[in-house]
């Protein structure tokens, strides 16, 4: 009993204030792991700037949208000039256009196109089916006020999105409304095929000659119109550098719809009272 006492003894003076004989202080260990953790060291440093380069975009665009110094309230007289190293949505945008190449422009503008279409392809689904089958005051609803207004805001809410976040994708107005045509001719074709294929049985060659002619006219105009909106706005974006302002291009939008809800009433009348 008094030597194990001993030894405890003599095992917690060697601990406390013999030499440290642990394998970790022997030089080679001590080499090794330094080594060990200048890899671990460098691994994690890798591994964050991979992070940092893979959400440096996303970021940069946030840190832009966030900045105190495009606030509408700010003022230079209070907050002083804006300093040169400071991130604002103008350094952003330009610095976005001078990235994107004339290819990268005119790629992803087909890339809209063909994506509005199939906007444009779901809106008239969600009309058609919806005005079709129904009657009395519920079907003039459908078809004067609630068509319209999903047809002309589903032909051009994918652009919309494209000149709100992402207006350095494009180099002119005329993208814009390449985008916006196409789009109200995918939809007017789309709705075309759905009224000659299965709502009207054995349609005459007047019907089918007005579907072709008058309401294509009428779907490529008031998308255009709508369109022209979106221009203004995508201007104002160039032109100040400061973010897009979705309202300016609301009366244009609510023109389009108007002239669509006056053409479905009027023709909505007409096959009232048997007139087409």
Same mark, same amino acid.
């Given at each position: 009993m008094a030597r194990k006492g001993q030894n405890n003894k003599q095992g917690k003076k060697w601990k406390l204030g013999g030499r440290d004989h642990s394998i970790h202080a022997e030089p080679t260990m001590a080499a090794m792991t330094g080594n060990l953790d200048a890899k671990k060291d460098q691994t994690q440093s890798q591994a964050h700037t991979k992070v940092d380069d893979d959400h440096l975009g996303e970021s940069f665009a946030a840190e832009a949208e966030r900045s105190v110094f495009d606030e509408p309230t700010y003022s230079k007289e209070l907050g002083g000039e804006i300093p040169e190293n400071a991130l604002t949505y103008e350094k952003f945008l330009a610095e976005q256009l001078e990235a994107t190449s004339a290819l990268e422009s005119w790629v992803s503008t087909g890339i809209m196109a063909a994506c509005s279409g199939l906007f444009a392809v779901v809106g008239a689904l969600m009309s058609n089916s919806t005005a079709f089958g129904m009657t009395g005051q519920i079907q003039f609803f459908a078809v004067v006020i609630f068509a319209p207004v999903v047809e002309e805001v589903m032909k051009t809410s994918l652009l919309l999105w494209g000149v709100e976040q992402k207006p350095y994708l494009f180099r002119s107005p005329k993208q814009?409304?390449?985008?916006?045509?196409?789009?109200?001719?995918?939809?007017?074709?789309?709705?075309?095929?759905? !009224? @000659?294929?299965?709502? %009207?049985?054995?349609?005459?060659?007047?019907?089918?000659?007005?579907?072709?002619?008058?309401?294509? =006219? #009428?779907?490529?105009?008031?998308?255009?119109?709508?369109?022209?909106?979106?221009?203004?706005?995508?201007?104002?974006?160039?032109?100040?550098?400061?973010?897009?302002?979705?309202?300016?291009?609301?009366? !244009? @939008?609510?023109?389009? %719809?108007?002239?669509?809800?006056?053409?479905?009433?009027?023709?909505?009348?007409?096959?009232?009272? =048997? #007139?087409f």
């Open positions: 814009l409304m390449i985008i916006g045509a196409f789009s109200g001719l995918v939809f007017a074709s789309v709705e075309n095929v759905l !009224y @000659l294929k299965v709502y %009207i049985d054995d349609p005459s060659p007047f019907i089918v000659l007005w579907r072709w002619t008058v309401c294509v =006219g #009428l779907h490529t105009t008031t998308t255009a119109i709508a369109t022209l909106g979106l221009v203004k706005i995508w201007q104002r974006v160039m032109r100040t550098g400061q973010f897009a302002r979705a309202e300016l291009g609301a009366r !244009y @939008l609510f023109i389009a %719809i108007l002239l669509h809800a006056l053409y479905n009433g009027s023709m909505y009348f007409l096959g009232v009272f =048997g #007139l």
